[in-house]
Structures are given as C-alpha cells and as structure tokens.
C-alpha cells in the first residue's frame, strides 16, 4: 500500500465535493504568481500548495531534494529523483495535509505555502525533450481505415504486432489555456486536381491521455514491461490537434507534418502513477499472440472516464465525446518496452500520447473526424451552428478522472481556443 492513497485519509484542508483533486490524488505542476517566479507546485482542492516554500521551511529536510527541485519552471529536476523519491514526497505531503498533523495550526508558514487556485498561472508542468504519439486506440484505427480504406481492411497488418507510433513536434507542446492559430499548409480538396494552399479547413482535436517519463536506461539498453512502471512518472490530458486535410496530402511516405506540428495541448497537473494505482483494470485479448518483449502480468490498463466539448464563442458548450483511456488496445507498458526494444534512450521528461481513444459507440469516439463521420453527420450547436471539424474562434474542453468506491482522482482539464489563421 502506497501510504498517499489511503482511502481513508481526509485533510484539514476543504476539499469540495466532487473535487478532482483530495488527499489521495497530490498531483504536481509549475505555477506563478503575482510577484514570484515559478516554482513546483501541488494541489489539494482549492489550493494550490507551493512546493519551494515548504523546503525553505525544512519540511522535505530528510528526502532526497534540494531547492533547485522546486525552484524551478519545470518538474523535470524534481523527476530526476526517480520513482522512490516522489513517491517518498508524496507521501510526506499526504502526511503534513493529513488531518491530525499541526501544520494546520502553524499560519505564518500557511501564509506561503497555500495560494488559491485562482491566484496561481500555471505554467508548462515538463519541459518535453522528446515526443512520441502512439496510434493504440484499436477502435478508433478501424475508424480511420474504414473512412480511408474499407472495413474488411480496416487495420493495416502490423497493427496488432506493434504498437504503431512516430517522433512528434515537442516544441508546439503547449499548457491548457493557450490560444492558437489555426494551421495552413496544401491540401487536395479533390482527388483528380492538383493540391491547393491556405488555412485547414478540416481543424480537429484529438482526444489522448499522455505519459511523463522519469530518466531512463542508457543508450542500447530496454525497458521491459515489468519494468516499465518504475520509468513512468505520470499522466496528464493530451489534445493532440490535427489538420485532417493537410494530414491526408502530406502523410505518405513519412507521416504527419504540418498537420501535426502547429500544437498539442496538455493540462497542467500531473497525476502521477501512483495515484492511479487503485484504477488499474485488465486489458483487451491481444490476438494475434504479441511477441515475448510485448509480453506483460497484472493490470496495466487504467479505468479513467474522459469528456470532450466544444464551446463556440459566446455560447454554453456542448459535449460531444464521452470515452474511456481503458479502452486501450496497447498499454503505457508495452509502448514503452516497443519504444525501447532496439535501444532507445528515454530522458527525464519525455512524453509519450496514447493517440486518439475511441470506445465501441458512436458517443465514444475521439475525433471530430469520426463523430460527424467525415463530416455526413454535423453535430448540432447550443446556438443552432453545426459542427463537423473545428471553426475559428471554438474553444475545445477536455476532462478526465477516475472514480471508485466513493474516491475521485482527477486531471482537471485542458482547453484551448482557436484563432483564425495568420
């Protein structure tokens, strides 16, 4: 038992009802506020709990950091202390927020620690060295294949043997909240004609869960799925944009590129594995047999509800998407191991993207692209617009937890607006 995950554990800190953030979820991430420069950062409903303020006070005197862990514009320093020494931090903030403990009566130290949520700016959680997108969502690949190709064919043949993905754009990683412009490049509206150029007319989100990695192995060396835990740090919401008319002109032979590169978006706390041990649930039959390296024991799936909506400027917002990340046909292990297998080195910070994830109904695909089915099926609008891609000025609002027996541990969401083009 991780002591921070105790079900039972309440805080002297209020926590609202519904809250995706109590005791037993300790999330991490990098704020600023008004006056002060970033630093590491925690959550316990409503508060925001400043990490720097509590080493200055000695708090973490016996753990394994040092102020440039925490005073800092990234966790990337805090994640190079590896599994043991952010589980050992976590608990140790579990235990200081924990009800009996009398930090609660000590308020000159309270006056630094605790800021509101509506008071802190949070920032980019990682600096992201390297990104790879994996393409994991069984349903939501014959989705595509049979749009593109036809539903005898939908998967293409390495599907089931590898867990497809390719080496996406880090620097366009961007946190929740940040406006963007919409993406231009060519397109070729008919098949028969030469391609033309300008602003995407077919802007998509992507619904994703993304992984953070500790510091891994060096160069030549794998990460089996057994070990594969132990490098992952935790998790965030992923929207991972797409220009679906650029993406179909430029993919062969290489894959995306400009369809992909203009921005991602991730939320800005980092729900760690941790925290989410309690949701482990079983995955899909894998058939064919996966190879040996692919192999894997236990629970690696993870049951985590997730909701997109749209809000079109000046409106109230509709939900269009209500999936699950247990839906997964290849787990965070076995990308892992695959991403490794022929010697990959992972660093600290490194994100890894589910890619799009779709469950069996309609009401559960991912992509604007499937839910209006290449756009013969428009999703009507609070204020009487259709949708069938994004337009200028929508706002997309990703959303995830996961619950059980009473206990909710949340991710917040991630939102963003998009700009007309430049």
């Avoid at 064919?153 to 946190?175: D, E, F, M």
């Avoid at 060396?221 to 992952?232: G, L, N, P, W």
């Avoid at 980092?270 to 482990?280: G, K, N, Q, S, Y």
């Amino acid at each position: 038992m991780i002591a921070a995950n105790n079900p039972n554990l309440k805080s002297w800190l209020a926590v609202p009802e519904g809250s995706d953030f109590p005791i037993q979820n300790i999330p991490f991430g990098v704020a600023a506020t008004e006056g002060d420069s970033p630093r590491v950062v925690s959550r316990i409903g409503d508060h925001v709990i400043d990490l720097k303020a509590m080493f200055d006070f000695g708090y973490f005197a016996d753990l394994h950091f040092a102020l440039e862990d925490f005073d800092t514009d990234s966790l990337n320093n805090m994640m190079r202390r590896g599994k043991q020494g952010t589980r050992d931090l976590r608990n140790r903030i579990s235990e200081l927020f924990s009800e009996e403990h009398e930090l609660k009566d000590n308020q000159n130290h309270l006056a630094q620690i605790l800021i509101s949520v509506d008071k802190a700016e949070m920032l980019m959680p990682v600096k992201v060295g390297d990104y790879t997108d994996f393409y994991s969502s069984e349903q939501h690949a014959y989705n595509v294949g049979c749009m593109f190709r036809d539903p005898n064919n939908a998967l293409l043949p390495n599907w089931k043997y590898i867990p497809v993905g390719y080496h996406g754009r880090a620097s366009s990683i961007v946190v929740s909240g940040t406006p963007f412009h919409r993406p231009k490049g060519q397109q070729r509206p008919v098949d028969a004609e030469p391609p033309v150029f300008g602003p995407s007319k077919q802007l998509d989100f992507e619904l994703e869960m993304a992984f953070v990695t500790y510091e891994g192995k060096p160069l030549g060396d794998s990460i089996s799925t057994k070990e594969a835990d132990d490098f992952i740090f935790g998790m965030c919401l992923f929207n991972d944009w797409s220009a679906r008319d650029l993406q179909k002109w430029e993919y062969v032979p290489l894959g995306p590129f400009l369809a992909k590169n203009f921005a991602s978006h991730v939320s800005p706390w980092i729900v760690t594995l941790d925290a989410l041990e309690p949701f482990r649930v079983s995955g899909p039959v894998q058939d064919p047999k996966v190879f040996t390296y692919l192999e894997y024991e236990g629970n690696k799936h993870i049951d985590i509800n997730l909701e997109v909506a749209i809000q079109p400027e000046n409106t109230d917002e509709k939900v269009v998407s209500n999936s699950n990340y247990k839906y997964m046909y290849w787990n965070m292990n076995q990308q892992l191991a695959h991403h490794t297998i022929n010697g990959c080195n992972i660093k600290a910070g490194d994100l890894m993207a589910s890619g799009t994830i779709s469950g069996g109904e309609d009401t559960e695909y991912g992509s604007m692209l499937e839910i209006a089915w290449k756009g013969t099926k428009p999703v009507q609008m609070p204020d009487g617009s259709e949708r069938k891609f994004i337009l200028d000025n929508d706002t997309v609002i990703m959303r995830g937890y996961s619950e059980k027996n009473g206990l909710r541990i949340g991710f917040g969401e991630v939102k963003a607006k998009v700009l007309p083009a430049k």
